[in-house]
């Protein structure tokens, strides 16, 4: 049996909830990985569906973690994505703070 003193379940309550969700996390991470994005690419490269993907984007929106803009390129309307600031602030202090949940449940 593992030794679970050095886990405490509570730190689990300090996780962003918005960044914990792991469709929004994928997008986080898609978006992580580019300067920007289009609605198109980030659906593909996270394997989310035009609905999900809106939604989340949404969220994320609100949150202030990424930055949406509507632009035309060539011609054709496109809907652009990127991670703000406080969106890395945010993924960042998520992985600090599962880091050391999940390292204790691996001892």
């Known amino acids: 049996m593992k030794d679970s003193r050095s886990l ?49 984007l949404s969220k994320l929106e609100q949150a202030g973690y990424v930055k949406i803009e509507k632009k035309f390129i060539e011609r054709v309307p496109k809907t652009i994505v990127s991670i703000t600031q406080a969106g890395e602030k945010a993924l960042e202090t998520y992985s600090s703070l599962l880091g050391p949940i999940l390292d204790a449940l691996r001892k």
């Open 8 to 56: 405490d379940p509570r730190e689990i309550s300090a996780l962003d909830r918005i960044v914990h969700s792991p469709t929004r996390l994928k997008i986080l991470l898609v978006l992580m990985s580019v300067e920007e994005a289009d609605f198109t690419f980030i659906s593909n490269a996270a394997e989310l569906t035009r609905g999900n993907l809106s939604v989340n």
